[in-house]
């Protein structure tokens, strides 16, 4: 009887390693599966890189993170245009940043109900939401007639695949 009862939990370890495992392989390969339908899936996965919980994130997981860093550096973002249209002195310009502060304020109040959309499973509204606010981040590159300064056009590709990346998530859900 101890042999068995040795050989059974001897058998129940290795079968839960694996589980553990293959658990392991699954949700490190939701980023790559997310990036891959993204329109730069080698910039998503630097983007992604930039949170070490990615590589063995599930799906929800991978949707928080996302969240997280696009309000993150996109409110960053959005105080380096409020400062640069303070110093501008042509009013062109400072209507450009106006316009693209606006669609930013639009971009994290989204990012703002992400968490509640994600925890409550409202797959169809975080979908909508996500491709707001590359709408809203493509919005404020034509602004600036595509070739905006250096700290929006870098923060609009990240902010834009992240939100990709959301409505993928979303949309894997049914959303």
Same mark, same amino acid.
């Given at each position: ?15 839960? /390693?694996? %589980?553990?495992?293959?658990? !392991?392989?699954?949700?490190? @390969? &939701? ?62 310009v400072k209507n450009q940043?106006?316009?693209? /502060?606006? %669609?930013?304020?639009?971009? !994290?109040?989204?990012?703002? @109900? &992400? ?61």
């Amino acid at each position: 009887m101890a042999k068995f009862s040795s050989l059974y939990i001897c058998c129940s370890l290795i079968f839960s /390693i694996q %589980l553990l495992f293959l658990s !392991l392989q699954t949700h490190g @390969a &939701a980023v790559d599966d997310v990036c891959r339908q993204t329109v730069d899936p080698a910039f998503c996965q630097q983007c992604f890189n930039i949170d070490p919980r990615s590589a063995t994130a599930a799906p929800l997981m991978l949707g928080e993170i996302a969240v997280q860093w696009a309000a993150y550096y996109g409110g960053n973002t959005k105080i380096d245009m409020h400062e640069a249209m303070m110093r501008a002195a042509d009013p062109a310009v400072k209507n450009q940043y106006s316009k693209c /502060i606006d %669609l930013y304020q639009t971009a !994290l109040e989204h990012f703002q @109900a &992400a968490p509640g959309e994600l925890s409550s499973k409202a797959w169809a509204v975080l979908r909508k939401n996500a491709e707001s606010i590359r709408a809203g981040v493509d919005a404020c590159e034509a602004v600036f007639n595509h070739n905006a300064p250096a700290e929006v056009a870098n923060t609009d590709k990240l902010v834009g695949i992240f939100a990709d990346a959301l409505a993928i998530i979303a949309r894997s859900f049914g959303g």
